[in-house]
């Protein structure tokens, strides 16, 4: 179990609508906690994926971030993509980018790249963004579905500045608040609207407290 006790998380920075509840409610009915402070949501999120939950929360995001000017979504293979593509649909159309976690012989020219640590995997592994695809002027919107350490995103914003490309917000659909990762962010000045915040989980009685 991860206790709620002395757990201060920082409030989103916007008001929040009704795709929140409707991915809290997914949480609570479809969701699967195990040891260790993992959250199974695979029946909805990050295996099958629901579509029109999806575009809700591209919905939802297109309201917070009004006025941005976001002209690119950036995420990280293969969870973010689904979200990030549905996501673009309330942003223009906006080009999205995801970087990959493997070299392969369809990546070519000069590339960004960077490590990361996987809290999932419990392994580190390099993702690589082709040069040609981040620009300097970019205002990039970060989508991913999980937040935990925040060791992810701080790899995705570390190619965005070495493209000189600005990082608008980030757009995370779970943030598990207990671990930390989107308050250091929010610290470092970057604006982090997670659609379903968690506070404690209990892998024993399947309990799921939001934030």
Known sequence: MVSCNNRHLQANTAERGAPVKELEDRIVRDGVVKAGGVLKVDAFLNHQCDVELFDHMGAEWARLFEGEQINKILTIEASGIGIACCVARHFGNAPVVFAKKA?????????YCTKIFSFTKQREFSVIVGRRFLSPGDRVLIIDDFLANGCALEGLIAICESAGAEVAGVGIAIEKGFQGGGDKLRAQG???ESLARIACMDDETGEITFA
Not at 103 to 111: A, C, T, W
């Open 190 to 192: 970057y604006r982090v």
């Open 103 to 111: 070299q392969s012989i369809n990546l070519d020219g000069e590339q």
